[in-house]
Every structure is written in structure tokens, then in C-alpha cells.
């Protein structure tokens, strides 16, 4: 890889390894984000994403191999690295007493931003918040709570963000609220890798996907990309097309279960 694509590349992973009291999470993932683009981690539950996602951020330490994220090391320059991204979790770090404008303005001056109010302001309206942001963030939908969550981690403007199952246990209408806000963060210059075990989420957002399963990266491509490696056998005798949970079944065998095209 020349010099010129690594500086492309906002995440980039090689190797890594991580176990938890003998049980081998992690056995050797190798993974490279573009900067700018929106990557979605899929694997079933327990396939280790929220574990690389900690490794990525610097919560966790790997066993072995090496990651790169901003160009930083997360083994030597984590604070370099914690600097220019943020996670948000599947759980909420939401201040329920405090409105929606109270949370980001303590957010903003937890970090120091130089006018906290402005700031606030200005996520509000880019989530769609400014009408509820003076009411408590205790009375908001789930989808305004997760929306509020990712606007609290974009404080700072954060050049790379992990969203860690942005969507699970939300309503429908409420996903599709966080997948507008995922799409506008990378179309103003975000770099997103998210996780899910959602296929219709990885299809909906993500430039390419990841296929996490027993510990490796077993697939990563666009879309596009991973139907095709059914194609040859689906052709000849099937007119449509495999969806991403076909393929995602014929990877990693039928073990997986599905349910509303949750793993
Ligand atoms: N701190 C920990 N201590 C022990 N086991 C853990 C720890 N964190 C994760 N695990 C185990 O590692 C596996 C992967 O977990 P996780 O990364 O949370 O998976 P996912 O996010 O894909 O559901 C699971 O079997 C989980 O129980
Ligand atoms: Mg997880």
C-alpha cells in the first residue's frame, strides 16, 4: 500500500487479537476504513464487535497486532486517538433531569469547546432537536434520546465516530431517524464504522461491509460485492437477487439464526 493510501485511510487494523479468560474473541482482524465513509461492522451476537470497537477507541488493549486510527496508535498514542473520535454505545449516556440543549451544553464544556451554547445550538438543529431541546431529555421518543446521544458525541467535531449498535431496540420509525443522522455525518466528512447485527442496517448505511465471524473479518466488500459471490449458483436457476442475508447466511453457515432480518 503506498503512503498515499494509508493517509486515506481513517481506521486501519492489522492482526488483532484479543481473548477473555481463553475464550479467542479476536483471532487476527484486519480492517481498513476510509476516511469519510461509512463502514458497518455485522456479526451475530457475542462475534467480538463491540470487543473491536473498545480496542479501536482505546477502552480495551489488544493482545496482539497493531491499529492505526487518524493516524495515531492505539497502544502508544491513545490520547491522541480518544481526542479525535467519540462512541456511543447501545446504552445512552443521556442526563434524563437535564434538557436536550442542558445535556450538549455540559457535554461542550466538558471538552472545553469555546462557546458551549453556540455549539449545543448548533447540533440541536442539525438533529432535528431544536424545537425539544428546552424539554427533559427524560420525555423524549427513542429515537430523539439515540438522536440526542450521537449529537452529544459529535461535540468537538470528532473526525471519527464509533456508533455501537446505533439502533438496536428502537422502533422502526425511530431507525430510520438515526439512519438520516448516520448518512448526514458522512456527508459532511465523518468517518462512521458502526456496528450491527442488523443485514437491512448494513444495507441501508454502509459504503462497505465487514462480516465478523469467529474472530475474523471473513468478508469485506461493498454490497454489491457480497451478493455477488452467490451469484454463480443463484443465476442459472433463480431470477432475483440474493440479499445481503443470503450471503451473510451462506458465509457463515446456517447456525445463525434470523428473525426479522436480525441475526
Ligand atoms: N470483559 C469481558 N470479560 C469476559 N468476556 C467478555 C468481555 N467482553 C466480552 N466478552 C465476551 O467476548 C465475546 C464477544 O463479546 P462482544 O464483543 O460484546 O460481542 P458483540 O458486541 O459482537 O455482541 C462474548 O462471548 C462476550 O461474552
Ligand atoms: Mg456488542
Known amino acids: ?16 487479537e484479543k481473548s477473555f479468560k481463553g475464550l479467542h474473541v479476536l483471532r ?4 481498513d476504513v476510509r476516511a469519510g465513509s461509512i463502514v458497518a461492522l455485522l456479526g451475530s451476537n457475542g462475534a467480538g464487535k463491540t470487543t473491536l470497537v473498545r480496542i479501536l477507541s482505546t477502552l480495551t488493549a489488544a493482545d496482539a497486532g497493531t491499529a492505526m486510527v487518524n493516524g495515531f496508535d492505539v497502544a502508544s498514542e491513545g490520547r491522541a486517538v480518544r481526542s479525535s473520535i467519540s462512541l456511543t454505545g447501545q446504552y445512552a449516556a443521556i442526563d434524563e433531569r437535564l434538557s436536550g440543549r442542558e445535556n450538549l451544553v455540559l457535554v ?7 462557546d458551549p451554547r453556540a455549539t449545543a445550538d448548533d447540533l440541536l438543529r442539525r438533529f432535528a432537536l431544536s424545537e425539544a431541546g428546552g424539554r427533559k431529555a427524560g420525555e423524549y421518543s427513542g429515537g430523539m434520546r439515540r438522536r440526542l446521544d450521537i449529537a452529544m458525541s459529535l461535540v468537538g467535531d470528532p473526525a471519527v465516530v464509533f456508533l455501537d449498535e446505533p439502533t438496536t431496540g428502537l422502533d422502526p420509525q425511530s431507525r430510520g431517524e438515526v439512519w438520516e443522522t448516520v448518512r448526514r455525518l458522512a456527508d459532511g466528512g465523518t468517518t462512521v464504522l458502526l456496528t450491527t447485527q442488523y ?3 448494513a444495507e441501508q448505511l454502509a459504503e462497505r461491509i465487514a462480516v465478523l465471524h469467529e474472530g475474523t473479518i471473513i468478508q469485506y466488500g461493498t454490497l ?3 451478493k455477488r459471490l ?13 440479499s445481503l442475508e443470503d450471503v451473510f447466511l451462506a458465509l457463515v453457515g446456517s447456525g445463525a439464526t434470523t428473525r426479522g432480518g436480525s441475526l
Open 1 to 16: 500500500m503506498s503512503a498515499e493510501q494509508r493517509a486515506d485511510l481513517a481506521i486501519s487494523a492489522r492482526g488483532i
Open 28 to 31: 487476527g482482524v484486519d480492517l
Open 108 to 114: 461542550a464544556r466538558l471538552r472545553h469547546v469555546p
Open 199 to 201: 443485514l437491512d442496517e
Open 224 to 226: 454489491a460485492e457480497l
Open 230 to 242: 452467490l451469484l454463480p449458483t443463484e443465476v442459472e436457476y433463480v431470477e432475483k437477487q440474493p
